[in-house]
C-alpha cells in the first residue's frame, strides 16, 4: 500500500476520533450546564422558601407584640391578625414553592433541549463518519482501478518493439471519472 492512502486513511480516522472527542465534549458540557440550571433552581427554591419563612416570623412576632399591648382591649383582633399573618404566611410561602417548581420545569425543559441538541449533533457526527468511512472506501477503489489500469497499460508495451508500435496493437484505455463524494447530514 503506497503512503498516500495510508495517510488519507490516517486523516480520517484522525477526523472521525476529534469528531467523536467533540461530541463527548459537547455531551459533558451540556449536562455540566444542565447540572448547574437545577442547582440553581433549586437555590433560589431555598432562598425564597426562607425568604417566605423569615417574613412570617418577622409578621408572626409583629402580631404578637400588637397583641400583648392590645390584649385587654382587643383580644379578640389580635388572634383575627396572628390567623391572618399566618395565612399570609403560608399563601407567600406556596407562592416560593410554585415559583420554585416553575424554575426546576424550566431547567428541565433545558436540559432536555441541550439533550435533544447534543443527540443531534451526535447523528450528524456518526453521518460524517458514516460518510467518511464510503467515501474512503471509494477512494481506495478508484486508487486501486487507476493502478490496474496503469499496471495493464505497462504490461502492454512490448519491450522487445518499443512503445510506439505497442501503441498500436493495444487501445489505450480511458482514465476513470472519480467522482467527489459530498456529506449532508440527514434532516431529522
Known sequence: MSEEPQSTARH????????????EELRAAAEERANARIAEAERAARMRVKA?????????ADAVVAADELRTLAGAEAEALRAEAVAKAEAERERAHAHARELIAEARAVAR?????GEELSGNLRDLSDSLRINADRLLRDVRAAHGELKARLDAVDL?????Q????????EAPELDVPEFLPRRR
Open 12 to 23: 480520517v480516522a484522525q477526523i472521525v476520533a476529534a469528531a467523536e472527542q467533540a461530541a
Open 52 to 60: 417566605a419563612d423569615d417574613e412570617a416570623s418577622e409578621v408572626r
Open 113 to 117: 433541549e441541550v439533550l435533544r441538541e
Open 160 to 164: 522487445d518493439r518499443g512503445p510506439a
Open 166 to 173: 505497442s501503441k498500436r496493437s493495444a487501445p489505450e484505455p
